[in-house]
């Protein structure tokens, strides 16, 4: 919200407000007039030289004890002192002097929200808005309320009303950027934080909300400039460096990226995700012993952080040690039981390890989180048959093919257990659906099912002879 109450427009150069404070600090005795204690209120203020600040209120106050502007300053000056019990003193003093003022009553709505008094807060912001309708910050400050209560469709509401009061508002952009993406719409989020460094133009969390937006819509060269800006404005910006090593990686600029995530560490410390998305990055380049040690610098950084835990499985099933990767597995989906990608993973594993039964129970983990995933009903299917459970098998098929019925593998690998159940004719009905689906698929049964392309009787219904 702006300062409201330490904006004048005294007619002082800034030359003429740093002698007017050289000669008020070397005082001796000297008088300064209303307007002179204003414009140094201002300076001390705007120099966050709040104590300083504070003492020249005062001494308005001590002249002119019955004016609820110099009250109302106090207020502010004891709110950003965090004495926020007599900032409500003083605006009530102001109050008592001129109970009409919109901004003495908003400026006492942000102490109670300060203080976590949300309702006194809300209800004086109603109150600032009874007397004045259009005011700016009381509309501001119930969408600020309505934002950090989650009620964000309200919040984009009362800001897009503010944005008609006062259009060339930085603040109000910003905070439309921020409940836009909250609320998953990405494009309307970085337009409004376009529109707001249009306004400020060096403000770096708008260029690095804007280029998580952009993250999010795989936009990764345009998020790549973003965080540049960002970067050329705060040097030290570790998320920046953090999230431009997330957009290089997604340009497949990996080299980059690293460099960018070893600077995250340079400004921050340990931190487990920087060391998993490093790991992640070596993993892609095709270095999994390298993966391997950052993968365990997370975990040590962050023992409950099950991506870095499923990363190390994913390199040890790479390097085909399936018995350390199944561990590694275990591990991730103990932490995170919701997730279907561990769960497949960990059941291919167990496949390639040879535990099937296992491999069986990790496919119905994943398929209880992930009922729709077609792919995972063929491989759960597949195994099925291999374990003799033919009939398992074929209902596993049949709940693949009804998500997507287009799929011709799945048909030609159904058709194959309808053949073991002694159901010829399905079978052949099932694999000339998916000769017609994908002709390719005809070749692939001459290859893969030798003895069944020999079979006379098969061949005569499937037409070959």
């Known amino acids: 919200?702006?300062?409201?109450?330490?904006?004048?427009?005294?007619?002082?150069?800034?030359?003429?407000?740093?002698?007017?404070?050289?000669?008020?600090?070397?005082?001796?005795?000297?008088?300064?007039?209303?307007?002179?204690?204003?414009?140094?209120?201002?300076?001390?203020?705007?120099?966050?030289?709040?104590?300083?600040?504070?003492?020249?209120?005062?001494?308005?106050?001590?002249?002119?004890?019955?004016?609820?502007?110099?009250?109302?300053?106090?207020?502010?000056?004891?709110?950003?002192?965090?004495?926020?019990?007599?900032?409500?003193?003083?605006?009530?003093?102001?109050?008592?002097?001129?109970?009409?003022?919109?901004e003495t009553i908003v400026?006492?709505?942000?102490?109670?929200?300060?203080?976590?008094?949300?309702?006194?807060?809300?209800?004086?912001?109603?109150?600032?808005?009874?007397?004045?309708?259009?005011?700016?910050?009381?509309?501001?400050?119930?969408?600020?309320?309505?934002?950090?209560?989650?009620r964000l469709e309200e919040a984009v509401e009362k800001f897009?009303?503010?944005?008609?009061?006062?259009?060339?508002?930085?603040?109000?952009?910003?905070?439309?950027?921020?409940?836009?993406?909250?609320?998953?719409?990405?494009?309307?989020?970085?337009?409004?934080?376009?529109?707001?460094?249009?306004?400020?133009?060096?403000?770096?969390?708008?260029?690095?909300?804007?280029?998580?937006?952009?993250?999010?819509?795989?936009?990764?060269?345009?998020?790549?400039?973003?965080y540049d800006m960002a970067l050329a404005i705060k040097e030290d910006f570790a998320s920046a460096y953090y999230n431009r090593g997330n957009a290089l990686a997604g340009l497949r600029r990996l080299e980059e990226a690293l460099k960018d995530y070893h600077k995250v560490l340079e400004c921050k410390g340990a931190d487990a995700a920087t060391f998993c998305n490093m790991a992640l990055a070596y993993e892609e380049l095709g270095k999994p012993e390298i993966a391997v040690r950052y993968f365990?610098?997370?975990?040590?950084?962050?023992?409950?952080?099950?991506?870095?835990?499923?990363?190390?499985?994913?390199?040890?099933?790479?390097?085909?040690?399936?018995?350390?990767?199944?561990?590694?597995?275990?591990?991730?989906?103990?932490?995170?039981?919701?997730?279907?990608e561990f769960w497949y993973a960990k059941a291919e594993c167990e496949y390639s390890a040879g535990a099937i039964a296992a491999a069986l129970a990790s496919y119905r983990g994943a398929l209880r989180i992930d009922r729709d995933n077609h792919i995972a009903w063929l491989d759960y299917a597949e195994i099925l048959y291999e374990f003799g459970k033919c009939f398992d098998a074929l209902n596993a098929y049949r709940r693949a093919l009804a998500l997507d019925p287009s799929c011709a593998a799945g048909h030609m690998r159904m058709a194959k257990v309808l053949l073991a159940l002694g159901r010829p004719d399905e079978g052949v009905a099932s694999f000339k659906t998916a000769f017609l689906l994908d002709p390719a698929t005809e070749d692939e049964f001459r290859v893969s099912y030798p003895n069944l392309y020999r079979n006379r009787g098969l061949r005569r219904k499937l037409g070959y002879d």
Not at 42 to 56: C, G, H, I, M, R
Not at 163 to 181: H, R, S, T
């Open 296 to 340: 365990r610098l997370a975990v040590a950084e962050d023992p409950a952080f099950s991506e870095a835990w499923y990363g190390l499985g994913c390199c040890y099933d790479a390097l085909d040690r399936f018995k350390e990767a199944i561990t590694y597995y275990d591990r991730a989906v103990e932490l995170n039981k919701d997730c279907c």
């Open 160 to 226: 897009e009303f503010c944005v008609q009061l006062k259009p060339k508002n930085p603040e109000v952009y910003y905070e439309l950027g921020y409940c836009y993406d909250r609320l998953g719409n990405a494009r309307r989020s970085i337009a409004n934080y376009e529109k707001h460094i249009d306004l400020e133009p060096y403000s770096q969390d708008a260029w690095y909300n804007m280029g998580i937006g952009l993250l999010k819509l795989e936009r990764f060269e345009e998020a790549v400039n973003c």
């Open 107 to 150: 400026y006492r709505g942000t102490t109670f929200d300060t203080l976590g008094q949300e309702d006194n807060a809300v209800a004086s912001y109603h109150e600032a808005l009874s007397l004045d309708p259009l005011h700016f910050d009381a509309h501001f400050q119930i969408g600020a309320s309505l934002q950090r209560s989650d």
């Open 1 to 102: 919200m702006s300062i409201l109450g330490f904006e004048f427009e005294g007619g002082r150069t800034e030359e003429q407000v740093h002698d007017l404070v050289r000669a008020y600090e070397g005082r001796s005795g000297g008088y300064f007039d209303t307007e002179a204690l204003e414009d140094l209120a201002t300076y001390y203020f705007e120099a966050n030289k709040l104590e300083q600040a504070l003492d020249v209120v005062d001494e308005q106050i001590e002249r002119q004890p019955y004016s609820s502007d110099a009250w109302m300053r106090r207020g502010v000056l004891l709110n950003h002192l965090e004495r926020h019990e007599s900032a409500l003193m003083a605006y009530q003093k102001a109050l008592a002097i001129n109970p009409v003022d919109p």
